[in-house]
């Protein structure tokens, strides 16, 4: 890895912390040769502590160390984006993040979506929210639904009209979606079974 510590008068070059997981980023510091050379030595992120004026490894007081997962440079071999395993809360005031940002997978528009359905089951009525009806009608009902979308979207897969497959997928992802948090749980916790598989 060539990296440009020159290009900046104190000789540092600023390091992006990325959870490996999630993909949060959780905080900024600033590395010198020793500092990155002490990371790749023991796996745990060391930066330099401009307050301090010594190498710091995160976590040396609190525990909670960043697990080195990966090192890129960009572009410019002027800057670092490191993918770690966070032991603990990043930010010194016990934040994930030092954006004070919850450190959670988000898968976009899904995400949204998952959010969508929470707000709906919790805070609308059967009478306003056809998300809120179906939790009324309880998991029986959700997972009969499910059940009718999975069958309606095998029927539109060997047919030939693209749109009502894509139509029917959707109706599925959603009412499954539906189905998860009547069970108590997101998206997340399926992949996390995805990730396990692939290990």
Same mark, same amino acid.
């Given at each position: ?47 330099? @502590? ?9 976590? =040396?007081? !609190? ?41 959670? !997978?988000?898968?976009?528009?899904? @995400? ?11 805070? @609308?009525?059967?009478?306003? !929210? ?5 939790? =009324? ?30 139509? =029917? !997928?959707?109706?599925? +992802?959603?009412?499954?979606?539906? +189905? ?20």
């Amino acid at each position: 890895m060539k990296l440009d510590f020159t290009k900046y008068t104190n000789g540092l070059i600023p390091a992006i912390i990325q959870d490996n997981g999630t993909k949060t980023v959780l905080m900024l510091g600033y590395m010198n040769q020793e500092a990155l050379d002490k990371t790749l030595e023991t796996k745990k992120v060391t930066f330099f @502590s401009r307050s301090k004026n010594r190498l710091w490894t995160k976590g =040396e007081e !609190s525990g909670n160390f960043l697990e080195l997962f990966s090192i890129q440079n960009d572009c410019d071999e002027d800057t670092l984006l490191i993918k770690v395993k966070p032991l603990g809360p990043t930010c010194h005031t016990g934040a994930a993040t030092c954006w004070q940002e919850a450190n959670e !997978s988000n898968f976009g528009f899904l @995400s949204q979506l998952e959010n969508v359905i929470q707000d709906r089951k919790n805070n @609308s009525t059967k009478e306003n !929210s056809y998300v809120a009806s179906l939790f =009324e009608k309880g998991i029986n009902k959700i997972a009969q639904k499910v059940g009718e979308e999975a069958v309606e979207v095998v029927i539109e897969a060997k047919d030939n009209d693209d749109s009502l497959f894509l139509n =029917e !997928s959707a109706d599925l +992802l959603f009412h499954y979606l539906i +189905l998860l948090q009547a069970k108590g749980f997101k998206l997340d916790n399926v992949v996390e079974v995805l990730k396990e598989r692939t290990r």
